[in-house]
């Protein structure tokens, strides 16, 4: 059974902040992983997509992915109360190009 | 990345009635899959719609339940049977281009059953 673990939170940190969202997957063979925010009410929006080791930095975001460890976090900068989301850790899942989904974790930015 | 646009967006059903949700792309994709998404849970795969055959169904999920239709590379179905209040959440329909490349969600469909 592959699995997405994340820690469901609430994560709450100040406007400002820097937040570090945290991912763990069983499934050695994923190539794929990605991160989607999802507003309450909404359906969930991508926010990166990562590949290979290493970081990788879009605007006030940045995947960092270690495969060897099975680990894959998001660092939001600068963080602002409309990041204020749940975040989806998200792992491709075979040959049919789905992906596995964590639970999600929700991120609380203080004004 | 895709337009995509899922119909109804909301709607309150009966139970023991049937629904079905219309999923239209702008672009033809390769990949495209249906998700159900439980009040306060993450996202569960139901099925791939495969164009031209038959919808493969994750564990769990069966095809009496949850039909599915994909006619062309663009549109795709997913009718709920016989609704149940536990299958109120929200069905989302994703797409991908090619596999291994980025999924993208619809609006969602929210659906309560009473």
């Known amino acids: 059974q592959k699995e997405v673990e994340q820690n469901s939170g609430p994560l709450s940190v100040p406007e400002g902040a820097i937040a570090s969202l945290n991912c763990t997957y069983s499934?050695?063979?994923?190539?794929?992983f990605f991160w989607y925010r999802q507003y309450s009410g909404k359906s969930p929006e991508l926010i990166m997509s990562?590949?290979?080791?290493g970081d990788k930095e879009d605007g006030r975001f940045t995947a960092q992915l270690n495969k060897a460890s099975q680990y894959v976090s998001l660092l939001i900068r600068d963080s602002q109360p409309s990041d204020s989301a749940t975040y989806l850790c998200?792992?491709?899942?075979?040959?049919?190009?789905?992906?596995?989904f964590g639970k999600g974790t929700k991120l609380s930015v203080k004004p | 990345s895709a337009v995509i646009s899922q119909k109804p967006s909301r709607d309150i059903c009966q139970r023991g009635t049937s629904l079905t949700i219309q999923c239209q792309v702008d672009?033809?994709?390769?990949?495209m899959f249906w998700y159900r998404q439980q009040p306060g849970q993450s996202l569960t795969l139901i099925a791939t719609?495969?164009?031209?055959?038959?919808?493969?169904?994750e564990s769990g999920f069966v095809i009496d339940k949850f039909p599915i239709s994909r006619p062309n590379l663009t549109f795709s179905t997913l009718t709920v049977s016989n609704m149940s209040p536990e299958d109120s959440s929200i069905y989302l329909c994703?797409?991908?281009?090619?596999?291994?490349?980025?999924?993208?969600f619809g609006e969602g469909s929210w659906l309560t059953v009473v």
């Open positions: 994703s797409v991908a281009p090619a596999i291994g490349n980025t999924i993208y």
């Open positions: 672009s033809q994709v390769t990949m």
């Open positions: 998200a792992v491709n899942a075979g040959s049919q190009g789905n992906l596995i």
């Open positions: 499934d050695r063979g994923s190539q794929s």
């Open positions: 990562i590949y290979s080791n």
């Open positions: 719609a495969n164009q031209g055959s038959e919808a493969t169904y």
